[in-house]
């Protein structure tokens, strides 16, 4: 299953991409991914946490360099995109850099972007449009330069100056998540949702995923979703509760990045056995997998979304043409899948390791 999409004229797509226009958070579906202390560092720190770095490729000076803007850049998830984009933008043969805050702040990290602006050399830029916020930044930047965005869809038009975007369609994976469930556990039993917190974007996936359940299994119930939250110990109290009041439930559904943490601890605490899949294949989640703990992890294309970012880059700053809108699957990674995005992950490593 290794490209789940739904047929193009499925109306929720639509419905996704305005949806997810509006969205007020970045890493809706990241949420607590990822190594406890990695993200505490990621997230902590704000304006006075600045940073820049960059990673010269050996051709570079002959095509000049692009530019990757991106808050909160020490996030685990969104150095994952990062290595994607570093070992694009150096195989096209750019020089690469990497700005943004500590903090999801994209005012303490436009001066990063602009410092580096003004000293001249930049063909293209990658900045991250995860809310209406950071439309103005990408109208001013814009007007001198090709731009690109990822991971949150943007309707055209609404950031004037953003050229193309890229990334999953999270309707696709809710309803892909849905049908996987469904098939394990034989359209028996009780199925629990969690959000990391009420947004546009996981209410979305989440009624999706609820509404597509209802199809597969009519008879199976879906349980209201609760919101997670992103304190580790707290979410798997809630999860435990969630069990202690529903024991048949034989299934568990996660938005949020920190989900496979959350309802492996819980099904374990309870001494349950619960088909679970959460997000995100950051490495603790893809060994819960391996290890049987979580039947599988939504591999949202992270990767690629970096790749993807510096492909459209290159090929504006070479005056082609480009498609708007330029969707990426996202995979259901099971057991037999881990070691191809572990594969990925070391490469993200390694790509990043100087930043």
Known sequence: M?????????PLRLLALIALALAALTVAACGSSGDDDKSDTATSGGAAAETTAQADAGAGEDKGKLLWVQPMRNHPVHRIMQGGFLSECK?????????GAEALDMPATAPLADAVLSKGGIKGI???????????????WGRDYPIVSWHIPVREGDAPGLRAVTGTVPTDYAIESARAIAREIGCRGTVAVTEGSFNTVENLVARVFTETMGEECPDVEVLKPQEEGFDVPAAKAKAVSI??????????FSTTGGGPVTWAGAAQQAGKRLTIIGMDYVRQNLDLVKEGKVFAVVGQPLFEEGAKTAELLDQLVAGESVAYDNPLPATIITRDQVARF??????????????
Do not use: H, W
């Open 2 to 10: 290794n490209s789940p999409t739904t047929p193009s004229g499925r």
């Open 91 to 99: 195989r096209l043969g750019y020089e690469c850099e990497i700005v």
């Open 126 to 140: 990658g900045v991250y449009a995860y809310d209406p916020s950071t439309y103005p930044f990408i109208g001013r």
């Open 243 to 252: 069990l202690q009041a529903n024991p048949d439930t034989v299934a568990a």
């Open 342 to 355: 572990e594969a990925m992950l070391d490469q993200a490593d390694a790509a990043t390791k100087d930043l």
